[in-house]
Structure formats: structure tokens, C-alpha cells
């Protein structure tokens, strides 16, 4: 009896071993049909990395290691399984899901539920939250993603009709058997004002919470299908930005220099050892940073990644230029190049205002006279990441392992002398230079009404400074800025 009940225990714990063996045999010859050639491996690993299939993580924690490499973490926006025919129409490269899975890069990840919290914007994540519930609910269990949620109600996600209300198919979606009237709660991100005292003084915050909600499942259905329009027009304004930087760096010339910007979370100092850091307040660094890219006489791309530091921590349009004017010297060294092209996100106190549209023409006017022409494109609210948040990730990583090995990182000097070497171009920006650079904005500036709108500023050289600007890649109008003085001989 016992020896029975032990062979089929045995019987038991071997079966599945046996069956898992002869499967993964199988897998193996399947796999063997598709050969990965190093050309191949290559275009999976370029198209897991397109911004129209994963989104990169800002933060310098969100990284993945492997075999003792780092890299930026990348978090998938849809399924492997539905990219794989995505991959085999634009690639002509017939792999199968399994194939394709096991050649996607090991930093392109499927999103956890602790990097939606850091990686997401605000519009993007409510409507996660509502279409999550809806699927616990068993409701729309199809549509596995925002972005596969989004297709599923368009005709064309590429057209500009479709995605902004004007096509008359898709514009309208409808509710699906929406008679529930049993109760749900889910969550969103509310902004809330907050007072706190500070020194002494009531202050008011803008503070984003998470807030939960209680309604039917009738209202959060009708809520989730009135976010589709909203979320229509924020995923074409990505694929807009995405697909003009993809162009600019494909077709860019000699002529030309590509810069992607952006402010880093601020570092803050440490020192080596925990008994000294109770006596020292705590500092915090902040760095700006950037990549450009050029093209090279042999018709290479070139990329260069750079960042600012400084102790000053203001952010706003004059800091930005404090930190920009020494990384366009550099830049510029280059005689070459007539043209620059700026990229970044569109936070309203650093790059989407009057201000740094005025003191960005006003420096390439009067500072660098080789600039005939000059570009601004702003990426949809909270969507401007990209390679310049591996820079700021890198920086601080490599701060917080010097401080590991028992030195300090008290000012920006500390930081800047850690990438002497470096590839990374790492300059430090006076404290002064910034506040200079504040007394020196002017009071009266020109108006650019609909700023917020607006996605693409251009600018020429020319007797009178005027700017046209863009809504995706549609001319709206021309401005006059009359505040900025063309030098006599331009
Ligand atoms: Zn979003
Ligand atoms: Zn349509």
C-alpha cells in the first residue's frame, strides 16, 4: 500500500516533469526554424525601443540589470502578443510570439503596478484606474491596454480626423449595455488645494491625490466612454511628437543640431557617513539635462548626452537659459550649424511661456549670430521623456555610489568632478548665473495667445523677428514679436 501510494506519488511529481521536458523540446524546434541573426536581433531590439511601443521611466531607480549592464528601464504599451503582428507588417520579418518574446530587450518590461505609479501621467493613469475596474468587473475584458482600448474605438489611430472628433464613424463611441446599477469604487488622481504653514505663514498647495470614487457601474462606464475623446486627442498629440522627432533624426543635416531637454528631479546631497549628516542640513542639486545629435560628414548620427548642475534650484525660463547658453557654446563650436532644433515637455513654468520663447530668440539673436533658423516642439503634457531622463538617472546613480564608498556629495562641484571623464558633457552652473539671469528679463514681453495649444514654434532669421506656430504638424498662424530688437546687421 505504501509502496503504492509512493509510486504514485513519484508517478506524480515525475508526469508534469516528463510533459515539461518533451515541451520545451518542441519550443526548441519551433524556435530553430526562425533564425536570429544579429540583424535581426537588432531590428527587435530597435522596435521594442520606438516610443510607439514603450514609453521610457524617468526615475534614476527605474533601471534593469543584467549580467552586471544597466539600463533605463522601458515599460511595454501593449502586449507582446498583440505587437507581434505589428512587428512582422512594418519589419517584413516573420517571427513568431515566442520568438519575438525571447529577443525583446530585457529593460522593455510589462508595467507592475509600481512603475504606473511613477512612469504614468495623470490623464493616461484615470483612465487606467476606470478601465482596470471595468475589467475586474468583467467588462471590456478585450481591450488590454489604454492604448489597445483607444485603437479599438478609432477608425485610424494615425489620422488626424479620427483622433481629433472631426471623423463622423468614430466620434461618437458608444455604451455598451450599460444597465448596472450595482455599486463600484475605483480611484483617481484629483488636484486639490492644501494649505500648510510655512515659517510661520499659510500657504496654498496644488497638491495631485489619489481619491476614491463611489458611483454605479452605469456612471463609471459613461465616464470611462466621455474619457475616450480626451484620451484620443492626448494619444495622437504622443504620436505626433514621437513620429516629428523620429523624422528630424533621420533627416538631419550637417546643418543642423537636434536637442531633447529636460529638468531632472532634483539630487539631493549626501555625505558618507550618517553621524555627520545629522550636524549638515540637506542640500538639494538641480540638474538640467539634455542629448543632442548632430550629423556627421560621414553621415553619422552622432549622439552627445550633457547636463547642468547647479545649486541654485530655480526652475523656471531664465534658469533654463543659465543652464542652456554654456551647453550651446560647446555646441557651437561647430560652424557648421546654422540650425537648431529644440525638443522638450511642456511644463508651463520652464518651457511653455512667454519668457523662455522670448529669451531663447533673444540668445540665438544676439548671442549665437550663426543661427539662421530655430525650432521648438513641445511633447504632450507629461510625455517628453526620453533619453536625456537616463542622463539625470545616471548622474545620480553615480553620485549615490561614490557616497557608498565613503565620500561626500555636498555641491555641485562634488557632482561635476565625478564625469571629468566621462562621454557625458557635465558642467556646473554658478548659483549667480541664474540669479543674473532673472534681474536680466525683461517687465514687458510679447503675448503668445494659445500657448497652451501650440506644439511647434518656428523662427527665421530676418529684419523683423516673427514666429509661426503649429498645432501638430498643422500651420496656425504668424506673431510678431515686436519686444525683440533684431540687431542692425542680422
Ligand atoms: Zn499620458
Ligand atoms: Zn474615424
Redesign the pocket.
Known sequence: MLRKYKLLHMAKTFLPKERTSTSILKSDTKIREVVLTAEVREKVKDFFQRDDVSRMCPGKRDFVKRNGVKKQKRLLLYTVKELTSKFVQETGINLPYATLLRAKPFWVVAPTFRDRESCLCVKHENFEFKLNKLKNLQQFVNHTSVEKTIEDY???IT?Y??MNGI?????NPKLESADNADSVTYFQWKSVIEEKIVKGENKKFKITKKAAISSTVNELKTAFIEDIPVMKKHLYGIYIYNKLKKEMKENLTEEEVMIQIDFSENYTTKYASEIQSTHFAKNQLSIHTGVFYTRNVDNGLKSTSFATVSENLDHQAHAVWAHMIPILQIILKNKHINTIHIYSDGPTSQYRNRTNIHLWLQTLIKEFQQITKATWTYSEPGHGKGPMDGVGGTLKRTADRRVLMGHDIKTSSDLVDLFKESTILVKEIPHDDISTAKDLVPKIIDAIPGIMNITKITWQRGPEVTIKTYRHDRFEKQLRMSMLKMMEKF
Open positions: 478609432s477608425c485610424d489620422s480626423d479620427c471623423c463622423d464613424t468614430c466620434k
